[in-house]
C-alpha cells in the first residue's frame, strides 16, 4: 500500500487567497484525521471522519475552515480566506475504527506558508 | 480538559548515553498510549501501551505504561546519531476515536 497520501505538499500563497489541501488514506481504513502542527502548539486535532462522516469539528479554528470527505478514499481540508497565522504543517491521519486500539498512520504533510 | 504532557521539552546527549522520555496525561477512560518518532517529515509509529507495568521493547527503545500514576516512559539505551528526532506521545481516550498529543520531546544526539 502507498500509505496516505497528501497533496501539495508545499503551498505558499498570499493572504486571503483560498487554500484547499487533499488526503487520500489508506484503502481499507474507516477513520480519518487532520491534524495541524506548530513549534508553539505541537500537533492539534482538527477533525475526524468515521465511515465519511464527520465526528468531532471541535478542533476546527474558525469558519474559515471546512473539511469534507466525499467518499472513503478522499478528503478535502480547505482555508478561506488564509491569513498568515494559519502557517503550519497539515497532517493527515487514517485508522481502522474499532479495531481496538488501532495506531494512526500520518501522511508526509503540506506545509502552508501564507505571506 | 483530556490533556498530555511531555517532559522533558529537549534534550542533548552524546552517543552511547541512555535517555528517559516521559509523559503524563489526564483523559476521560483511558483507551491507550502511542508513542511516535518524528524526524523531518510525518511521525513513525513506535509502540502502543494498553496495559500498566508490560514493558514494550524494540531494540534499543523500550517503554512502559503506569494507568494509576497516569504516566508513560520511553527509554533509549545506547543512543546514536540516528535517533535524534522529536518524540511524541499520543493518548486514545475510549469516548471517542480522537488521539490526543503531547507537544513532544526533541532529543538530540551529539557524535
Known amino acids: 500500500d502507498a500509505g496516505v497520501i497528501q497533496s501539495p505538499r508545499h503551498e505558499v500563497t498570499e493572504m486571503g487567497q483560498e487554500v484547499t489541501l487533499r488526503c487520500k488514506p489508506i484503502?481499507?481504513?474507516?477513520?480519518l484525521f487532520w491534524y495541524r502542527q506548530t513549534m508553539m502548539r505541537g500537533l492539534e486535532l482538527l477533525i475526524y471522519?468515521?465511515?465519511?462522516?464527520?465526528?468531532?469539528d471541535s478542533g476546527m479554528p474558525e469558519d474559515r475552515f471546512s473539511a469534507k470527505m466525499p467518499n472513503a478514499s478522499f478528503s478535502t481540508l480547505k482555508i478561506q480566506p488564509s491569513e498568515p497565522r494559519d502557517s503550519a504543517v497539515y497532517f493527515c491521519?487514517?485508522?481502522?475504527?474499532?479495531?481496538?486500539?488501532?495506531?494512526?498512520?500520518f501522511g508526509e504533510g503540506s506545509r502552508l506558508t501564507v505571506l | 480538559e483530556d490533556k498530555v504532557v511531555q517532559s522533558p521539552l529537549s534534550l542533548v546527549v552524546h552517543e552511547g548515553d541512555t535517555v528517559t522520555l516521559n509523559c503524563s496525561y489526564e483523559?476521560?477512560?483511558?483507551?491507550?498510549l502511542l508513542w511516535y518518532k518524528q524526524e523531518k517529515k510525518a511521525p513513525t509509529f513506535l509502540f502502543m501501551l494498553?496495559?500498566?507495568?508490560i514493558e514494550k521493547k524494540s531494540g534499543r527503545l523500550s517503554s512502559i505504561l503506569d494507568k494509576k500514576e497516569l504516566f508513560s516512559i520511553l527509554n533509549i539505551t545506547a543512543t546514536q546519531t540516528g535517533d535524534s528526532a522529536v518524540y511524541l506521545c499520543?493518548?486514545?481516550?475510549?469516548?471517542?476515536?480522537?488521539?490526543?498529543f503531547g507537544t513532544g520531546t526533541s532529543l538530540t544526539v551529539i557524535p
Open positions: 491521519a487514517s485508522s481502522i475504527r474499532d479495531r481496538g486500539t488501532g495506531e494512526l498512520f
Open positions: 484503502s481499507g481504513h474507516n477513520s
Open positions: 471522519f468515521n465511515n465519511n462522516v464527520p465526528i468531532d
Open positions: 483523559v476521560t477512560n483511558f483507551r491507550s
Open positions: 494498553t496495559s500498566s507495568g
Open positions: 499520543a493518548v486514545n481516550p475510549n469516548t471517542g476515536n480522537q488521539f490526543y
